[in-house]
């Protein structure tokens, strides 16, 4: 386990975008065994980092590293689902992982996904694989509800858990 770092959550704002995308696509060319998106789908449709409907949050060191970044969504087009939100594109740098990052991630987001009107559940999607991501979310109280086969494919299919809580 790496030691503890020292680190400040902070809610991105629109301007972030750009310093926010090329953090993510770093991420996913050194993790593309566990991240279901590529480069080249962030240079098509660069991320916002805020909206109405949903929040980015990073975990910034004292001199400015980042660490890591989640982003919780309200799930958007169905009325009927409109109390589900999301985690999306939770991603921790190699040298920050198990230091305490994910999770402080992770409960920030739970915490935000709270604050939205009317959501009371929250979901996710991970590599099946990353027993690591998965020990953590299950210890927040995330439970897997399905199991897609061939769900992303990088040098293999890769495997992919659907999971979910209340809040």
């Known amino acids: 386990?790496?030691?503890?770092?020292?680190?400040?959550?902070?809610?991105?704002?629109a301007e972030?975008?750009?310093?926010y995308n090329a953090f993510l696509t770093r991420g996913v060319q050194q993790h593309t065994d566990t991240l279901r998106i590529s480069p080249r789908d962030?240079?098509?449709?660069?991320?916002?980092?805020?909206?109405?409907?949903?929040?980015?949050?990073?975990?910034?060191?004292?001199?400015g590293a980042?660490?890591?970044?989640?982003?919780?969504?309200?799930?958007?087009?169905?009325?009927?689902?409109?109390?589900?939100?999301?985690?999306?594109?939770?991603y921790v740098t190699s040298g920050s992982a198990g230091a305490g990052v994910g999770r402080a991630l992770?409960?920030?987001a739970i915490e935000h996904?709270?604050?939205?009107?009317?959501?009371?559940?929250?979901?996710?999607?991970?590599a099946a694989h990353n027993q690591r991501?998965?020990?953590l979310y299950e210890s927040e109280g995330f439970r897997s509800f399905a199991r897609e086969e061939d769900?992303?494919?990088?040098?293999?299919?890769r495997v992919e858990l659907s999971m979910t809580r209340r809040l």
Do not use: Y
């Open 66 to 90: 980042w660490h890591g970044v989640v982003t919780v969504e309200r799930e958007q087009g169905r009325e009927k689902r409109r109390h589900i939100a999301w985690i999306l594109r939770m």
């Open 151 to 157: 769900a992303f494919r990088d040098a293999e299919p």
């Open 1 to 13: 386990m790496a030691a503890r770092l020292s680190f400040e959550l902070a809610r991105l704002n």
């Open 113 to 126: 996904a709270r604050e939205l009107p009317g959501v009371d559940k929250l979901n996710l999607t991970v």
């Open 42 to 63: 962030i240079e098509a449709a660069p991320f916002a980092t805020a909206s109405p409907e949903s929040a980015t949050f990073v975990a910034r060191g004292q001199e």
């Open 133 to 135: 991501a998965v020990a």
């Open 106 to 108: 992770l409960r920030r």
């Open 16 to 19: 972030d975008a750009p310093a």
